[in-house]
């Protein structure tokens, strides 16, 4: 039997992200002994899923939970349904130690619900999306185009009828070190000249710097 729950909390944050035109969503909450990042993905050009899904990882255990999103988000109602399955490596999570007090599934829920941030900082939101990459890239890849070329070398204008993908414009959170600040300076510059961005996973190439780029853009 499957357990609801609605994380109406995220109705700020998700809001705000959606307003802002800020494609990714990105926040780690600490219970107990448990470690919850929790996860949700705009992409303009996937209408019909995006930012359709509430990924939670949990990283005490390594795992990834993928909950559909029902109700209108707009209304600030983000339900989901937890299978036994799901509800286990959520408890798990919390390494609790047996037969000490009463757990209740639904208060864990209620105090995650609860301290969901209600505003969220760019830098913060870049480096926890940075820390957990390397456990959920597999699990997750479609969030950004060609998941496997990960070098930044180069930008290429677009045709008038054609303009940069925000999963291609993901991987700047992901795969370079910049700076939440630099990034958003880069990306509107890409975006305001319609410029996109070339990847590469050839090893022999050498990641361009944002400023040797941007140098290109006309």
Avoid: C
Avoid at 39 to 61: A, C, N, Q, T, Y
Avoid at 149 to 176: A, N, Q
Avoid at 196 to 201: A, C, E, N, P, S
């Amino acid at each position: 039997m499957s357990v609801k729950f609605n994380f109406n909390q995220l109705h700020a944050i998700y809001s705000s992200a959606w307003v802002r035109h800020e494609p990714t969503i990105a926040f780690e909450l600490a219970i107990g002994r448990g470690h919850f990042v929790f996860m949700v993905f705009f992409s303009p050009e996937d209408k019909k899923s995006s930012g359709e899904h509430l990924f939670v990882f949990l990283r005490k255990m390594n795992t990834l939970l993928t909950l559909k999103l029902y109700g209108s988000r707009r209304q600030g109602d983000f339900t989901v349904y937890f299978n036994a399955e799901q509800e286990r490596a959520m408890t798990d999570e919390l390494q609790l130690t047996p037969g000490n007090g009463h757990f209740s599934f639904s208060h864990l829920l209620d105090e995650l619900n609860n301290n969901i941030p209600q505003q969220l900082a760019e830098q913060k939101k870049i480096e926890t999306l940075r820390a957990v990459w390397p456990q959920v890239h597999n699990k997750i890849s479609n969030i950004v185009d060609d998941a496997k070329k990960t070098i930044l070398i180069g930008v290429k204008k677009l045709p008038e009828d054609h303009h940069p993908r925000e999963k291609t414009l993901r991987k700047l959170y992901l795969h370079t070190n910049g700076s939440a600040k630099d990034i958003q300076m880069f990306i509107h510059k890409l975006k305001e000249s319609n410029y996109t961005l070339m990847w590469t996973d050839d090893p022999e190439k050498v990641s361009k710097s944002f400023v040797d780029l941007m140098l290109k853009i006309k």
